[in-house]
C-alpha cells in the first residue's frame, strides 16, 4: 500500500444536501432535475484533478433505520423526507460515480460517517495518511496528525490545529461537546440549557463528559455566565448527555465488505460517461468528452434551451481554473493610500464596495472602502472602526478627500455589486460616484433573470465555486450581531477586501457570457446600468406622507376590523381567532361543514386566500374573513407601519427598488412596498391619499394606457388589434364589437365587462374555466367566447402558438428589446408544470417589454429634468405608472415633457398612450 498519496474519503451524502441548496433548481429539456448532480459530480471532478494519484472513496448512507435508531427511537425524527426532485438524482449520481471508476460503499445499518470512520481509523493504522471530503461538523471527531478534512464546496482544509481554532477544542472533545450541546438536525438532545458558549466554557475548563462529571463540585466556579446554575442542569440531564454522547460518537469497527486494499481506481468508462451526461445534458462535460466529432443536433437543440447557470456549469467551470492567489491588505497610513491610489489610476477597471453601518442607505454610515485592481488583489481602507482596542487609522475626512476625485471621476471604469446601494451612501457623504461601467448584480440578472438569487455570496459559489466570508462570520448574529465600525480589523479586512475581489473576478466570468449575446449586451447597456443612478435619485429624494392622515385611517381600520370579527363570530356562533389556520378550518370545515376544495401539503383543508374567495361565491363567513385579511394587512402594513419609516432628517419615506427582484424585468420594492397598495379598494386609495405634495407643489402621475395590449397587438400583428389601437378606439368596447357580432355604440356594458376579462385573461394564459368563474357564466358559454375572440383576432392565437413552440424549442422567450426569460419547465413531463410553463411564455414577453418601455421612460424623464434647469423631480415608480413632484410654476412644461418622453420612449406598431392626472396627493393624480 502506497504511504505517501493520501486516501480520499468523500461524504457522498453531506454533499447531496449541499449541492442541492446551493444551486438554483436546474432541469432538463424533459424537465428533469439535475442540479445535485452537476454539484455533487463537479466536486468529485475537483477532488480527481486536486489528488490525480489518489483512490477516491465515494460513501453515502444507505436507505432504512441505523443502529442509532434502535438506541433512540427520537434520533433524527425532526427531519422532514428528501424532497423528490433530490430523491430523483440519486440514482444518476450513482451510475455517474460508478462510470467515473471511484469504488463507492453504501452499507446498511450504519451511516455514511460510520463507514468513512472505519476506512480513515484502517488507513491511519496502516499510516496511510486520509484526506475526508465533507461539511459535516461532526466528522472533525476523526481529525489526527493523518486525518485531515477539506470542503470542496469554499477548498478549506482543517487538520488538528484547524479544528482547535475554529471549534476551541482539539477533536478529541468533538463528541463531548456534540454530548452536551446537542445537535439539531440530528436531533439529538444533548444537556438542555446548554449552549455553545457554556459547551466550551465547560470543556475548556474541567475537560472531557467524564471530567465533567467526576468534578461537578467545580462546574460553579468556571468562568463562562450561568455557571452557577449549571450544576443542577447537568445532575438532571445526565443520563441525556450520555445518550448524545453515544448517538454523535462515529462507529469506526464496521464490518466491511471489501477490504481498504481493495479498494481501487477503476479506468473511467467514457462511453458511459457521455451517455450519462447527454441525458442530463451537462454541455460543458459533453464537449470535453467529444473528441473529433460535433455535437449532434439534438443535443445541441436540448442545450439551448437551457438558462446560462446550466448550459455553461456554473460549479463545473471553477474547477478548470488555477487557484487565485490572494493579497489582501489593510490601508492604514497615508503612504499606503498613496500606493492605492496609483494602483487605481492605473488600473483598467476597479471593484469598489462600501463597509457601512446599516443596510439602510438613508442611515447608512460609511466605516471603510475596500478596492480591487485585479484577481486575489484587494485592499480594505478602514476609517470609522471604534471598538476599544482598534489599531490607529486614518480620518475619514482625509480619506475621502483622498478617494474622492477618483470615485466622482467618470474616465475612471468601476465595477461593483449592487452599486446604487454604494451610490446612494456616498452621496450620503458627498461624493457623486461616476464612471459606472459594470454592475455584477445586473450581469447576472440580465443574463438569467430566473436565477433564483444574485446576491454576491451565491454568485461566487455558482460561478467561482468559492464560498465567501459571511457578514454573520464577522459580526455574530441575532440581537449581539456587532455593526461594521464595531468588528476588529484582523476579521473586517479579509471580510471586505474579499468583497471587492470577488466583484471584480465575478464581472471577469460574467461579463464574457453577456457580451456574446448582442441582444443581452443592449438590454445591460441601454437599459439596466443607465437605471442605477435614476433609481438611487428617486431613492434618495423619497415620498412626502401625511402621518396624521394615517394615523386616523387606523384608527378607523380598527374599529372596522373589531365590527367584522364580531360579524364573523355570529356567524361562525362562536369566538375564535381570526389569524389561526387551523381553528379557521375547524369552524369551517367541521363546525358548519363547508366542502373542502384544497389541502395542505399536510392534508389539513386549506385556508388561503384563493379558497377562501371561491368559497365567498357562495357562504358569507369567508366574505368576512377575506375583508377582514384585507383590512388588517393594509393596516398593518401600511398605515400603521409607513409612519414610523418616515426618515428624522428629510421627513419623508425612502423605498428601496429592486432591479433584480423578477424574472420578467419588473422592478419591486421593500420598506415600503409601493407595488402592493391596492387600488380598487376605497381604504386602498386612502392610503395613496396620505402621499402629498410639498407645499407649493403638485403630484403629477403618468401612466401608460393598456399598455400590455398593446404590446399584445405589436408581436402579434393582428390586423383588427393594430386597427383599433391605431384608430385610438376605446379596445374593451372594440373588442365587444367583434366578438359579441354588433355594432360600437350597441356595446352593452355587460359586454364591455366581458370584452375585458377577454382581453386581459387571455394574455395571463386564462382558461375557459377561469374566464367562466370571473364572469359568473358557465364554462362552455366562456369556451365560445374565446373562440369567438380568436375567431376575430386569429393573430393573437398565432402569435400564442408561435410562442408556445419556440419557448419548446430555445427554451426561452424574449421581449421586443431582447430581456430574455427562460423558462427550465417548458418541456416538463408534468402537465400542469409544462402549462404554467407556457402561459408564462406567452405573458412574459409583455410583461417584459412594459417594464422595458417604463425603465426607459424614466431614464429619458431623470436625465431631461437633471439637464434642465427644472426642479421636479422623480419620486415614484408603481407598475407602469411615474410619479413626480412637481412645482405648480412647471407645471405645464413638465406635462408636455413628461407625455413627448413616456410616448416616444419605444416604437411599437400601435402609439403608446399616456394619461397623465394631477392633484395634491396621489390618489387625486392618478
Not at 455574530?476 to 473586517?492: E, H, I, M, P, R
Not at 364591455?752 to 377577454?758: E, F, H, Q, W
Request: hydrophobic fraction near 40%; charged fraction near 25%; glycine fraction near 6%.
Amino acid at each position: 500500500m502506497d504511504t505517501t498519496t493520501p486516501l480520499i474519503l468523500v461524504d457522498g451524502s453531506s454533499y447531496l444536501y449541499r449541492a442541492y441548496h446551493a444551486l438554483p433548481p436546474l432541469t432538463n429539456s424533459k424537465g428533469k432535475p439535475t442540479g445535485a448532480v452537476k454539484g455533487v459530480i463537479n466536486m468529485m471532478r475537483r477532488l480527481q484533478k486536486d489528488y490525480p494519484d489518489s483512490t477516491h472513496v465515494v460513501v453515502f448512507d444507505a436507505k432504512g433505520k441505523t443502529f442509532r435508531d434502535e438506541i433512540y427511537t427520537e434520533y433524527k425524527a425532526n427531519r422532514p423526507p428528501m424532497p423528490d426532485d433530490l430523491r430523483e438524482q440519486i440514482a444518476p449520481i450513482h451510475q455517474i460515480i460508478e462510470a467515473m471508476g471511484m469504488p463507492m460503499l453504501i452499507i446498511d445499518g450504519v451511516e455514511a460517517d460510520d463507514v468513512i470512520g472505519t476506512l480513515a481509523v484502517q488507513a491511519t493504522a496502516a499510516k496511510q495518511p486520509v484526506v475526508i471530503s465533507t461539511g459535516d461538523k461532526d466528522i472533525a471527531q476523526l481529525v489526527n496528525e493523518h486525518i485531515t478534512l477539506i470542503n470542496t464546496m469554499n477548498n478549506s482544509t482543517m487538520d488538528r490545529a484547524g479544528v482547535i481554532e475554529k471549534f476551541g477544542i482539539p477533536p478529541e472533545l468533538i463528541i463531548d461537546y456534540l454530548a452536551l450541546l446537542g445537535d439539531k438536525s440530528d436531533n439529538i438532545p444533548g444537556v438542555p440549557g446548554v449552549g455553545e458558549k457554556t459547551a466550551l466554557g465547560l470543556l475548556q475548563g474541567l475537560g472531557s463528559l467524564d471530567d465533567i462529571y467526576a468534578n461537578l463540585d467545580d462546574v460553579a466556579g468556571l468562568a463562562f455566565r450561568g455557571a452557577k446554575t449549571m450544576l443542577p442542569k447537568l445532575l438532571d440531564n445526565k443520563e441525556l448527555a450520555y445518550l448524545s454522547y453515544q448517538l454523535a460518537t462515529i462507529k469506526t469497527d464496521v464490518e466491511m465488505p471489501v477490504h481498504l486494499s481493495e479498494l481501487k481506481n477503476a479506468e473511467p468508462d467514457k462511453a458511459a460517461l457521455l451517455s450519462l451526461f447527454k441525458h442530463m445534458e451537462f454541455k460543458t462535460w459533453i464537449d470535453e468528452g467529444q473528441t473529433n466529432s460535433q455535437t449532434n443536433s439534438n443535443t445541441k437543440a436540448a442545450a439551448a434551451s437551457k438558462s446560462p447557470v446550466e448550459q455553461d456549469g456554473l460549479v463545473a467551470a471553477p474547477a478548470d481554473k488555477p487557484a487565485v492567489v490572494k493579497d489582501y491588505q489593510i490601508v492604514l497610513t497615508e503612504q499606503d493610500l498613496a500606493t492605492w491610489i496609483e494602483k487605481i489610476k492605473s488600473a483598467d477597471l476597479v471593484a469598489v464596495d462600501t463597509e457601512t453601518t446599516s443596510l439602510d442607505y438613508m442611515r447608512a454610515k460609511l466605516v471603510g472602502i475596500s478596492l480591487s485592481t485585479a484577481p486575489g488583489e484587494a485592499c480594505y481602507i478602514p476609517f470609522a472602526h471604534d471598538y476599544m482596542g482598534a489599531p490607529e487609522q486614518l480620518q475619514p475626512e482625509f480619506a475621502l478627500e483622498k478617494l474622492k476625485p477618483y470615485l466622482e471621476d467618470p474616465a475612471f471604469p468601476k465595477v461593483g455589486q449592487n452599486l446604487k446601494y454604494d451610490m446612494s451612501v456616498l452621496a450620503q457623504h458627498g461624493i457623486s460616484l461616476r464612471g459606472i461601467t459594470f454592475d455584477t448584480m445586473l450581469e447576472s440578472y440580465v443574463l438569467d433573470s430566473v436565477a433564483s438569487r444574485h446576491d454576491m455570496d451565491s454568485l461566487a459559489l455558482n460561478y467561482l465555486g468559492e464560498e465567501t466570508i459571511k457578514f454573520a462570520d464577522v459580526a455574530g448574529k441575532g440581537a449581539a450581531q456587532l455593526t461594521f465600525n464595531q468588528v476588529a480589523l484582523d476579521q473586517a479586512g479579509p471580510y471586505a477586501a474579499e468583497d471587492a475581489d470577488i466583484t471584480l473576478r465575478l464581472h471577469q466570468t460574467l461579463w464574457p457570457r453577456v457580451a456574446a449575446e448582442p441582444t443581452l449586451t443592449k438590454v445591460f447597456e441601454e437599459i439596466e446600468l443607465p437605471l442605477v443612478p435614476v433609481l438611487s435619485r428617486i431613492e434618495r429624494t423619497g415620498a412626502l406622507v401625511d402621518d396624521t392622515l394615517l394615523f386616523q385611517q387606523s384608527q378607523e381600520l380598527s374599529a372596522r376590523l373589531g365590527e367584522l370579527e364580531t360579524e364573523a363570530w355570529e356567524l361562525a356562533g362562536q369566538q375564535f381567532n381570526l389569524a389561526s389556520p387551523k381553528q379557521l378550518g375547524e369552524i369551517l370545515f367541521e363546525k358548519l361543514q363547508i366542502p373542502v376544495l384544497k389541502k395542505t401539503a399536510k392534508g389539513a383543508p386549506s385556508t388561503k386566500e384563493e379558497v377562501l374567495q371561491e368559497l365567498a361565491l357562495d357562504y358569507p363567513l369567508p366574505k368576512v374573513l377575506l375583508e377582514h385579511r384585507g383590512l388588517a394587512k393594509l393596516k398593518s402594513t401600511y398605515t400603521d407601519k409607513l409612519p414610523t419609516m418616515i426618515n428624522s432628517v428629510t421627513g419623508r419615506i425612502h423605498t428601496s427598488y429592486h432591479q433584480s427582484g423578477t424574472a420578467t424585468g419588473r422592478l419591486s420594492s421593500s420598506d415600503p412596498n409601493l407595488q402592493n397598495i391596492p387600488i380598487r379598494s376605497a381604504e386602498g386609495r386612502r392610503v395613496r391619499q396620505a402621499f402629498v405634495a410639498a407645499p407649493g407643489c403638485k403630484l403629477v402621475a403618468a401612466d401608460y394606457s393598456q399598455i400590455e395590449l398593446r404590446i399584445m397587438a405589436h408581436l402579434s400583428e393582428d390586423p383588427s388589434l393594430l386597427a383599433a389601437f391605431s384608430a385610438g378606439q376605446d379596445i374593451h368596447r372594440a373588442t365587444a364589437a367583434e366578438v359579441f357580432g354588433v355594432e360600437n355604440e350597441e356595446v352593452t356594458i355587460d359586454q364591455r365587462r366581458s370584452a375585458k376579462a377577454i382581453n386581459f385573461g387571455l394574455i395571463y394564459g386564462m382558461s375557459a374555466f377561469g374566464l367562466a368563474r370571473q364572469l359568473g357564466i358557465n364554462r362552455k358559454q366562456a369556451a365560445e367566447y374565446i373562440e369567438l375572440y380568436f375567431t376575430r383576432y386569429p393573430g393573437v392565437q398565432n402569435y400564442m402558438n408561435n410562442i408556445r413552440h419556440s419557448a419548446a424549442e430555445q427554451g426561452f422567450v424574449e421581449t421586443v428589446f431582447g430581456r430574455r426569460l427562460y423558462l427550465p419547465e417548458i418541456n416538463a413531463s408534468n402537465g400542469m408544470r409544462r402549462q404554467a410553463a407556457e402561459r408564462t411564455a406567452i405573458n412574459a414577453p409583455m410583461q417584459g417589454t412594459a417594464a422595458d418601455i417604463i425603465k426607459l421612460a424614466m431614464i429619458n424623464v431623470h436625465n431631461w429634468l437633471e439637464t434642465s434647469d427644472l426642479t421636479s423631480k422623480i419620486i415614484m415608480q408603481v407598475h407602469d405608472e411615474l410619479v413626480l413632484e412637481v412645482p405648480e410654476s412647471e407645471m405645464e412644461e413638465v406635462q408636455k415633457g413628461l407625455n413627448d418622453l413616456m410616448e416616444s420612449a419605444a416604437e411599437l406598431l400601435v402609439p403608446l398612450v399616456v394619461d397623465i392626472g394631477v392633484g395634491d396627493n396621489w390618489d387625486e393624480a392618478h
